[in-house]
């Protein structure tokens, strides 16, 4: 399969709903990023993980290698969180990034 | 902090010419990378590039060339521009893979449309 697949490819929510996006690689990773992608086409780097959680306001992150997993959490959606998300992952033994296929949120009012 | 910037941004062509996207960084970082993004798709790797004249191939390196020419600079070459072809290309940076740390950094990207 893939390396890195990235779920669901699209979502809508509710101004101030959560939800959660979530990446499954098919082999061990050592670290994972999540972007945002504005409708300029900017990648806005959310966060870089090597391994455990982390947090920055309304959005949250984990990584776990081992269970080869990777998620990020929206708290509260916002319509400026509109926009696509992907996730990419460094694979060890090589300098390769492989990003998931992206997914697409739309944040209705 | 740093940039990334990319030139130019937008680049029209003709089909079979020859086109060079050029990207700088000054993050003094030591890994480069140079990504095409087809509309409503995912990011696909061409060239990277470890340090200075090195070249590595990505998933999609047929049909493109890349040269790092000095640590700050990496460019990329579209050998012969496909007609209709329309995509963008993303130039990115990496401080230093051999200590583990492979945080990425992008530039605002290159607009290729091919008539």
């Known amino acids: 399969g893939m390396p890195v697949e990235q779920n669901p490819p699209a979502l809508s929510l509710y101004e101030g709903a959560d939800s959660g996006l979530r990446c499954n690689f098919s082999?061990?990773?050592?670290?994972v990023q999540w972007f945002q992608q504005n409708h300029r086409g900017r990648l806005i780097t959310l966060f870089y993980?090597?391994?455990g959680t982390k947090e920055n306001g309304r959005l949250k992150s984990t990584f776990n290698s081992k269970e080869r997993y990777s998620t990020l959490h929206i708290k509260d959606a916002q319509l400026e969180d509109s926009g696509t998300y992907f996730c990419?992952?460094?694979?060890?033994?090589?300098?390769?990034?492989?990003f998931g296929a992206g997914t697409k949120l739309t944040i209705k009012p | 902090g740093g940039i990334i910037t990319q030139t130019p941004k937008f680049l029209i062509g003709q089909e079979g010419q020859k086109l060079t996207l050029k990207c700088q960084q000054n993050?003094?970082?030591?890994?480069m990378y140079w990504y095409r993004q087809d509309s409503g798709k995912g990011l696909r790797l061409i060239y990277y590039?470890?340090?200075?004249?090195?070249?590595q191939k990505g998933d999609l390196s047929e049909g493109y060339d890349a040269s790092r020419e000095k640590k700050s600079s990496f460019s990329l070459t579209v050998t012969s521009a496909q007609k209709n072809e329309m995509a963008v290309f993303l130039c990115?940076?990496?401080?230093?893979?051999?200590?583990?740390?492979?945080?990425?950094?992008f530039g605002p990207g290159t607009r290729l449309t091919v008539l």
């Open positions: 993050f003094n970082h030591d890994t």
């Open positions: 990115a940076s990496s401080r230093d893979w051999g200590n583990n740390y492979a945080e990425q950094f």
């Open positions: 990419a992952a460094a694979n060890y033994g090589n300098e390769k990034i492989t």
């Open positions: 993980l090597a391994q």
């Open positions: 082999t061990t990773m050592k670290s």
């Open positions: 590039s470890i340090t200075e004249n090195d070249l």
